[in-house]
């Protein structure tokens, strides 16, 4: 009998036989996992809490002793029960993910690859018996973990686990031919009967359930983005279409289920972003380019993988289709295509007709604007006399809004079908939109198309520059000084919520948001919005307690995104300049300053170059006497709680400039806290 055959065809789980159950009593098997179960509780509150102080080696042993049990009771068990039956498995996988972990680089750290890789496979294969296995007992134990919970996946992936094993599974194609079977055949022992295993059957037993353990982890979102900020996702990509002998093409094999797993359900931006910046896409296509030992049927199922990759990506971002077109990959699939299609062999053959049923589906996510053949741009019919009607005052919208409103939202839900269901950009409309915008007929109408371009926004990053080019930034800032002339104009005496939930309020926060979201992270788009005279309205606007925090909020995203001087030197004349009472002000900006200065060395830089430290400085010497005794009138009336509050932010302002930025440090040393505190 099939050995294999016999395991995958019966249903049940390596590593989680329950041995001494019957299936014909339910009750008694019943009885069986509770005992059990409770045994594991004791064990694993006897690791937790020990008696007496245990080593590190007597700690993995005590840990080592509780997997068998646990595949036991939970091998057959849904994956619901783990977290319902037993509370403490968030610990225990932690400790079991940084047990695996543990193992797998004492086996790699300073060694070979191929001496890690037989390293690493001899300690997870299963070995003559199943319990005393203790690298399979251990990697059964996280394949049963990594079915539970996002809680599991988050804990596994906090101890580098995904990343560790990437890294094995890019090892394991420098792993030597295993034995002949002949000369060596594995007796697994278990309670009923034994069963023989070749090597090359334990190879795949063990690859099998490898792959599962990582097919389940790239299943969710934050083991991918583990993978990119470990820069171990690019070891996918390479694994995908390197060459490999022929006895570890399995191992390649499963690097492209992963990645497919991971192109299916992980691809967030930050791993887009990751995988654009690091050129994974033009990686694929320079290796197969340069495979000279591969053979026609091997380039062809990676370029499987790629295009099941790409077709993916596709629904999240267009920038991974535009990276195979710049890497030349259509150039590479067109000379492959004619090379294969002048060898007559039949491996080149069924080479062709499989990759030729391939590319079609390739044509649903093709990343060029398909434009409409002449033929089809006007009608051939008219009716004579037609003409647009012309409205006959410049309220015709207010006046009839009750019948258009509803055609707006038709139409708003239309350029919103075109962009998520067909992934086309309509740049005409948008323009259409801008002038729209500008002219601003119809506050309901404005405002509507605001949230209909911040949907299309937040759809996908590149409307970031398609509004640019386009023109609707410019727009967007003008409608913003709309905004900040209204606040201007508006009565003294008119307090903050005199506007709150007017229609111009309305319009006003919706354009703060889209202009956040357009400069997050888009240089080009901070240019142009500066020089637009976008920078000295958001700025204007920040006095204004009803829109600070949104106006602050497009100042953080303009510094972060442009690393201008003059940008975060507004920030700071801003502090410096409002009156000394005014610290809900002050301590508005210094927090939206902090954000800042806790997001990149850069603007730490920024910060000491445009004075940063002494306007902060000049904050907390504005409060001199206001905690006194004795106080001036101007400190009579204000909250003590607002003046420690300031005093909070100052000085975690001053620290995290100098955290980390020993040139920051030795200028606040030198030049401005003997200045400020010994002047005297």
Same mark, same amino acid.
């Given at each position: 009998m099939n050995v294999m055959r016999k395991w995958w065809g019966s249903g049940s789980r390596v590593g989680g036989v329950l041995e001494g159950l019957d299936p014909a009593n339910p009750p008694a098997a019943q009885q069986h996992l509770a005992l059990g179960l409770m045994?594991?509780?004791?064990?694993?509150?006897? #690791?937790?809490?020990?008696?007496? $102080?245990?080593?590190? $080696?007597?700690?993995?042993? =005590?840990?080592?002793?509780? %997997?068998?049990?646990?595949?036991?009771?939970?091998? @057959?068990?849904?994956? *619901?029960?783990?977290?319902?039956?037993?509370?403490?498995?968030?610990? &225990?996988?932690?400790?079991? *993910?940084?047990l695996m972990v543990t193992e797998i680089r004492r086996r790699a750290s300073n060694q070979s690859t191929e001496a890690a890789s037989c390293a690493i496979v001899r300690f997870l294969e299963i070995d003559s018996c199943e319990e005393s296995s203790n690298g399979w007992m251990l990697l059964s134990t996280l394949n049963l973990l990594a079915a539970g919970a996002p809680q599991l996946i988050e804990v596994m992936t906090a101890a580098s686990l995904p990343s560790t094993l990437v890294k094995c599974l890019y090892l394991f194609f420098d792993l030597p031919e295993y034995e002949s079977p002949s000369t060596d055949v594995t007796t697994i022992t278990t309670d009923k009967e034994s069963t023989e295993f070749t090597p090359s059957e334990r190879r795949i037993l063990l690859q099998k359930v490898f792959v599962q353990v990582l097919v389940r982890l790239c299943s969710h979102t934050a083991p991918a983005e583990e993978l990119a900020r470990k820069d171990d996702l690019t070891l996918l990509f390479s694994a995908?279409?390197?060459?490999?002998?022929?006895?570890?093409?399995?191992?390649? =094999? *499963?690097?492209?289920?992963?990645?497919?797993?991971?192109?299916?359900?992980?691809?967030?931006?930050?791993?887009?972003?990751?995988?654009?910046n690091k050129g994974c896409v033009g990686l694929c296509v320079e290796n197969m380019e340069r495979g000279q030992d591969l053979s026609p049927l091997e380039?062809?199922?990676?370029?499987?993988?790629?295009?099941?990759? %790409? =077709?993916d990506s596709s629904e999240v971002s267009q920038t991974l289709l535009d990276d195979f077109r710049s890497s030349q990959g259509y150039a590479f699939l067109t000379e492959f295509l004619l090379r294969l299609e002048a060898d007559k062999s039949d491996e080149s053959r069924e080479a062709l007709r499989n990759l030729v049923l391939l590319v079609s589906s390739l044509s649903y996510c093709g990343y060029m604007e398909l434009k409409p053949s002449s033929a089809s741009v006007g009608s051939l019919f008219h009716i004579q006399g037609f003409s647009l $009607?012309?409205?006959?005052?410049?309220?015709?919208?207010?006046?009839?809004?009750?019948? %258009?409103?509803?055609?707006?939202?038709?139409?708003?839900?239309?350029?919103?079908?075109?962009?998520?269901?067909?992934?086309?950009?309509?740049?005409?409309?948008l323009i259409s939109l801008s002038i729209l915008l500008k002219a601003q007929h119809s506050l309901p109408c404005s405002i509507?198309?605001?949230?209909?371009? /911040?949907?299309?926004?937040?759809?996908?990053?590149? &409307? =970031?520059?398609?509004?640019?080019?386009?023109?609707?930034?410019?727009?967007?800032?003008?409608?913003?000084?709309? #905004?900040?002339?209204?606040?201007?104009?508006? $009565?003294?005496?008119?307090?903050?919520?005199?506007?709150?939930?007017?229609?111009?309020?309305? /319009?006003?926060?919706?354009?703060?948001?889209?202009?956040? #979201?357009?400069?997050?992270?888009?240089?080009?788009? @901070?240019?142009?919005?500066?020089?637009s005279g976008g920078a000295k309205c958001a700025v204007a606007l920040v006095p204004f307690l009803e829109c600070r925090l949104q106006a602050l909020g497009v100042m953080q995203q303009l510094v972060l995104a442009s690393g201008s001087d003059d940008d975060m030197g507004s920030l700071l004349g801003l502090l410096h300049s409002a009156p000394p009472t005014e610290l809900q002000l002050k301590i508005d900006i210094l927090k939206s300053l902090l954000v800042c200065l806790k997001e990149s060395h850069r603007t730490r830089t920024v910060f000491r170059k445009v004075g940063g430290f002494l306007y902060v400085m000049s904050a907390l010497v504005g409060l001199e006497g206001s905690l006194g005794d004795m106080l001036p009138c101007a400190w009579t009336a204000v909250a003590s709680r607002l003046i420690l509050t300031l005093l909070l932010n100052v000085f975690n302002t001053l620290t995290t400039a100098m955290r980390y930025e020993p040139a920051n440090a030795k200028f606040f040393h030198q030049e401005v806290s003997g200045r400020v505190f010994y002047r005297r």
């Open positions: 045994h594991l509780k004791k064990l694993f509150s006897e #690791y937790s809490i020990p008696p007496h $102080p245990l080593s590190e $080696p007597e700690k993995e042993d =005590k840990l080592y002793n509780m %997997l068998p049990l646990f595949c036991k009771v939970f091998g @057959a068990s849904p994956a *619901s029960d783990l977290q319902e039956k037993f509370s403490e498995v968030i610990m &225990f996988t932690q400790h079991v *993910s940084k995908i279409t390197s060459w490999c002998p022929q006895h570890n093409a399995l191992w390649r =094999k *499963s690097a492209a289920e992963v990645l497919m797993t991971l192109s299916r359900h992980g691809l967030s931006q930050p791993v887009v972003s990751y995988i654009h380039i062809v199922e990676m370029f499987v993988t790629v295009f099941c990759f %790409l =077709k $009607p012309i409205p006959s005052g410049r309220d015709v919208l207010c006046s009839s809004k009750h019948v %258009l409103f509803t055609f707006q939202e038709k139409y708003f839900q239309l350029l919103e079908f075109v962009v998520f269901q067909l992934k086309f950009v309509p740049c005409k409309e509507t198309c605001i949230n209909t371009l /911040l949907t299309i926004l937040k759809h996908n990053a590149v &409307f =970031k520059d398609v509004y640019r080019e386009v023109g609707l930034l410019e727009v967007l800032v003008t409608c913003l000084t709309r #905004y900040h002339e209204l606040l201007k104009t508006r $009565p003294q005496q008119q307090d903050a919520a005199g506007c709150e939930g007017s229609e111009e309020e309305q /319009l006003g926060f919706l354009v703060l948001e889209g202009l956040t #979201y357009l400069l997050s992270g888009n240089s080009p788009n @901070a240019a142009v919005f500066r020089d």
